[in-house]
């Protein structure tokens, strides 16, 4: 829109201030990974002249936390979770963008998804608590599988939906006309075009529930189904905190996320785009 | 099975009826729980059973200044933290928009705050925020300044989370808002050119309005988490110094997991997720969702 | 019906994926030395005896939201709850820990033996030092006066210090050219209250009166709260969000000279890849103002949950765990002990970083418990918001108390 000449430098360089404050932070904890206690507190801080360790990242792997098995069930936690969110909340995001219901029941039904999000965990997370009891779910993966399939499936609805509202009607209806059913117009035209929101929206979904804390902590005992997140949050004893093998945890815990982000960066753009005119 | 499905009318509610179930599944225990202990006074003694207290705990919601306290910090929060983030995010957007498509490492590299796990970003700034630890107080110190008490200062620890807070999600914002512009048509903008609108005009005129839908959800689900904030203040303030970080969600905790006043965490709880419903139900009426 | 199938796959699955415990005995523990020290000393109980011992571990704070969850809901989750002092009140009064008068009974003895200290028995009594057990100590913590000899020397001070008066008069002249004479931590909550009662109490204040009437706006909280107050003016800035974790930081890298602070800092204090101050750190009791000096204690303790299903199991395991072969063990490993026969074992006091048992021991001998209440959880709350703010300056000293008294009273009731 904007076509000033002198406007490219103005960009270079808040983009290259944009990226430096928000590196530095994330730089600051790496370093920390690095550094033994006493460099971590020094005051003044050492930011070059301190002896680098490997020692935090030992710990994290081969002291008494079983922090491979903590990853794995992340891993499986949050891929199921996140497949799960995607598939039931994309059918759910189609239904809306593409059916009629009766009355006012979309309006309602939709804003009630949306509002499931909005309790606050804090609270949700006693009953939950009894309700998986009862099952005898505590300490499993799979009730945190489902609780973060539950946390995510309103957002992808809704992003998914706004999706396909950008999506014309008239491709399926003439793969109808040509003979296909309704679901399979869906799965060889609409989900193909619908990658990038997929893409795009399976981040978000990947890092609430790799992240996720409060649940993590109070619906699991063991190292049968403790996350990395909890395993981070162990660092932090009553008297003092071991920085670095929390500074350690969390760095190498964001890399798979980071990978992933790169391997979907192309989409991230398109994936999230909405009807412009359209609502 | 299938019959019934490839019905076209039945279709749509069979493709949105797992959604709902698990949902459902979810969130209906909890919120008869929250609901039903609202009306009584938790015990946690084994001999004493809860006690049935009628509405006095949602009189509370009048009298208790913990509770208003608590409330008025996190409005403060919200209305703070979400516009300096949208207004940032929109900005940041609109500058780079046209060359950031180029490079998308760009990018990723600006997602990394979300991707950090709150806990490890809470702690992160915790160091950044520390009276002699920090290298912005050791930068003031060394020209001359006394340390800044970023999170010991009643002045400046709700800044501090605040800050922390548009660090962290303004890269949310603007990505979201990238995605919008990205999508934006290109015959209005051409025919305005032609009018001879100023750049103003146009996104005064088109752009805003086209991306009202973007908009409206972005900030919907910031409002809804800022409304929430929890994990900062846990790690790096609890709640103070003297309760001027204290948010609702961090009050409802000390409530509910050290007070075990199960109902009162119960009768706010209701009372935030009513506060919610109508922001929302504001925001969600501008999206025209009749289809 | 294919329906029925398919539920019953998932019922099965759901079943299958589900590993109930098997283990025989469930303890939750914090992270840090104590949980270590109780897990090492459960992998030597299940080579003994068989019994499987499994641990669930959780960060500080978690403890007890999981444990106090779990009783509230029944749930016999936990077998064993390691506890720390200030939540025995709320497990016990509630009636969630069970009590071990039979136990003991069936062996033939009328409690914990006599080597354990005094006052680390009477905690585990309810009530307080009269009633029946309903735990026993496994980790002796009392708060200690952490010095610097040499700063203060320097200051003028020399020989342990005694008197509020005379170290404060030396933590003056050490403030200032960077260096703090004290650091003090007065987050609100369980921080600054912590902090605050040795104080309070070596100016005879008292919590609450024989009749659980809040008594902290008295002449001698008043007296104590502005000492409090001038010990923030010799301490590093920000002292209102800062906790143990700071005062540690700050007494490690040697810019604070002094504070009150726990045992299980002192092998930090003797590790360089933690600290540089190894060796010119020393230790002694609570220094004395109007009233003898006095550390809170804060005993760690292991009790039987009382919706447990293996009780007798988890009644052998920590009367095992507890005795005097185990205590040494776990000094040895680092965990303050609770045993005379321990604190005076040369095989410990000769190594340079147990040094501080002596004047460990002195000081449990010599404390103060926390006031026993149910509610301690939310007094302590309360109290130490008004506590913080006093710190932080948005509240007079004696507005601040007497703020505090009335909102304390509403809760004692």
Not at chain 1, 44 to 55: D, G, R, S, V
Request: charged residues 15%; aromatic residues 16%.
């Amino acid at each position: 829109m904007l076509k000033n000449n002198f406007k490219k430098p103005i960009v270079f360089l808040s983009i290259v201030f944009a990226i430096f404050y928000t590196l530095f932070p994330f730089i600051y904890m790496i370093s920390v990974s690095f550094k033994i206690r006493k460099d971590i507190f020094a005051m003044p801080p050492k930011y070059f002249n301190f002896e680098p360790t490997l020692y935090n990242y030992w710990f994290t792997f081969f002291d008494q936390i079983p922090f491979f098995k903590f990853m794995i069930n992340s891993f499986i936690i949050t891929s199921v979770s996140t497949i799960a969110a995607l598939i039931l909340g994309t059918l759910a995001g189609y239904s809306l963008a593409r059916f009629r219901y009766p009355g006012n029941l979309k309006y309602h039904l939709s804003f009630w998804i949306l509002s499931t999000r909005m309790l606050p965990p804090i609270v949700v997370v006693i009953p939950l608590f009894l309700f998986f009891s009862f099952f005898n779910l505590v300490n499993t993966k799979l009730a945190l599988i489902i609780a973060y399939t539950a946390f995510n499936i309103p957002f992808v609805a809704w992003m998914m939906r706004s999706f396909f509202l950008d999506i014309p009607k008239e491709l399926e209806e003439s793969a109808m006309v040509d003979g296909d059913t309704r679901m399979g117009s869906f799965r060889r035209i609409i989900l193909p075009l619908a990658k990038p929101g997929l893409a795009a929206t399976s981040i978000f979904c990947l890092i609430l529930s790799w992240n996720e804390f409060l649940f993590a902590v109070i619906l699991t005992e063991t190292e049968i189904s403790n996350t990395v997140t909890f395993a981070i949050a162990l660092g932090v004893t009553q008297y003092q905190s071991n920085w670095g093998y929390m500074a350690a945890s969390a760095t190498i815990s964001v890399i798979p996320i980071i990978i992933f982000a790169f391997i979907v960066q192309k989409h991230l753009v398109r994936g999230l785009s909405f009807g412009a005119i359209k609502g | 099975m299938f019959n019934i499905l490839s019905t076209d009318k039945n279709l749509g509610f069979f493709l949105i009826l797992p959604a709902v179930i698990l949902l459902l599944l979810l969130t209906l225990f909890p919120i008869i729980y929250i609901v039903y202990f609202s009306f009584f006074e938790y015990s946690s003694n084994v001999d004493i059973p809860h006690q049935f207290i009628g509405l006095d705990n949602f009189k509370r919601l009048f009298t208790d200044d913990a509770f208003h306290n608590a409330l008025s910090n996190t409005l403060f929060f919200t209305v703070v933290a979400v516009s300096i983030e949208f207004t940032l995010g929109l900005g940041f957007a609109l500058l780079v928009m046209n060359f950031i498509e180029k490079v998308s490492v760009i990018k990723t590299i600006l997602l990394i705050p979300m991707m950090i796990a709150p806990i490890a970003v809470a702690i992160t700034w915790k160091f950044l925020y520390a009276p002699f630890v920090s290298p912005f107080n050791d930068l003031r110190i060394r020209l001359g300044y006394q340390p800044l008490l970023f999170t010991s200062d009643v002045k400046l620890a709700m800044p501090s989370i605040i800050f922390v807070d548009i660090w962290q999600w303004t890269p949310f914002i603007f990505l979201m808002m990238l995605a919008g512009l990205a999508s934006l048509p290109k015959e209005p903008y051409e025919a305005a050119q032609i009018d001879g609108a100023s750049p103003w005009q146009q996104f005064r005129d088109l752009t805003w309005k086209f991306l009202q839908p973007v908009i409206i959800i972005t900030l919907l689900l910031r409002i809804m988490d800022a409304f929430r904030l929890f994990d900062q203040v846990f790690i790096l303030t609890r709640g103070g110094p003297a309760s001027v970080t204290d948010t609702l969600s961090y009050y409802i905790y000390k409530v509910a997991f050290r007070f075990w006043d199960i109902g009162w965490a119960a009768a706010m709880s209701l009372f935030m997720l009513a506060v919610t419903l109508i922001i929302s139900a504001w925001f969600v009426g501008k999206l025209n969702v009749e289809k | 019906m294919k329906i029925i199938k398919f539920i019953f796959c998932i019922l099965s699955m759901v079943l299958i994926t589900n590993f109930t415990y098997a283990a025989k005995l469930t303890v939750i523990v914090p992270n840090g030395s104590e949980g270590d020290g109780l897990r090492a000393a459960s992998k030597d109980y299940t080579a003994k005896t068989g019994v499987e011992v499994e641990l669930v571990q959780a960060p500080y704070s978690q403890v007890f939201d999981k444990a106090a969850n779990a009783a509230n809901a029944k749930s016999g989750a936990y077998d064993i709850i390691l506890m720390d002092d200030p939540w025995i009140p709320f497990f016990a009064e509630n009636g969630h820990l069970e009590k071990m008068g039979k136990y003991f009974d069936a062996l033939g003895v009328d409690g914990p033996d006599n080597d354990f200290l005094a006052k680390s028995m009477a905690l585990c009594r309810d009530p307080y030092n009269s009633g029946p057990f309903i735990c026993i100590p496994y980790v002796g913590n009392a708060q200690m006066f952490f010095y610097n000899p040499g700063a203060f020397a320097d200051a003028g001070l020399a020989g342990p210090p005694s008197t509020w008066d005379e170290v404060y008069a030396a933590m003056q002249k050490i403030s200032g050219s960077g260096n703090f004479g004290y650091v003090l931590r007065a987050q609100e909550g369980n921080p600054v209250v912590a902090q605050f009662m040795p104080i309070f109490w070596s100016f005879c204040g008292k919590l609450f009166d024989e009749n659980r009437k809040a008594t902290v706006n008295s002449p001698e909280g008043q007296k104590a709260l502005e000492f409090f107050l001038k010990l923030r003016d010799v301490s590093p800035p920000g002292a209102a969000s800062m906790n143990a974790e700071e005062i540690g930081q700050y007494l490690l890298q040697g810019k604070a000279k002094s504070s009150i602070n726990w045992p299980n800092w002192v092998s930090a204090f003797e590790d360089p890849a933690q600290s540089n101050v190894v060796g010119q750190m020393s230790y002694a009791s609570i220094p004395s103002g109007d009233c003898a000096g006095s550390s809170e204690i804060g005993h760690w303790t292991l009790g039987i949950a009382s919706a447990s299903k293996n009780k007798q199991t988890a009644f052998d395991f920590i009367n095992w765990a507890t005795s005097k072969e185990q205590i040494d063990i776990s000094a040895g490993r680092g965990n303050p002990p609770v045993r005379f026969s321990t604190f005076i074992n040369p095989d410990l006091t000769s190594q340079e970083r147990l040094r501080h048992f002596p004047v460990l021991m002195a000081a449990i001998n010599y404390s103060t418990p926390r006031p026993r209440h149910p509610k301690w959880p939310e007094l302590e709350q309360v109290f130490g918001v008004f506590l913080s703010k006093a710190v932080a300056g948005t509240m007079g000293p004696k507005d601040a108390l007497d703020k505090a008294n009335v909102e304390l009273q509403k809760i004692l009731k």
